[in-house]
């Protein structure tokens, strides 16, 4: 059976072939869950009001809930 092959290439104004890197999508998910252990003890806080506080929006205090439980999923799952 054939294997295909997609390449993805550009060429700048000056005709120079540009080619992207691959990504690295562990290191991506690894920067993630660092940044969200980073944000632990606001985002328990946020949590635990019993009303959106003053100077969050909405979808500051929704992103705050999903991340709890992404953050208690990831305690849980190393724990």
């Keep these: 059976m054939a294997e295909r092959y997609h390449v993805a290439f550009w060429l700048d104004e000056h005709g120079l072939l540009i080619t992207q890197p691959p990504r690295d999508y562990r290191r991506e998910v ?9 944000r632990r003890e606001e985002i328990k806080t946020i949590c635990c009001w019993p009303r959106r506080p003053k100077g969050y929006s909405d979808a500051h205090w929704v992103r705050a809930a999903v991340d709890s439980c992404r953050l208690g999923y990831n305690l849980w799952r190393e724990g």
């Design 30 to 38: 690894q920067a993630a869950e660092r940044a969200l252990m980073e």
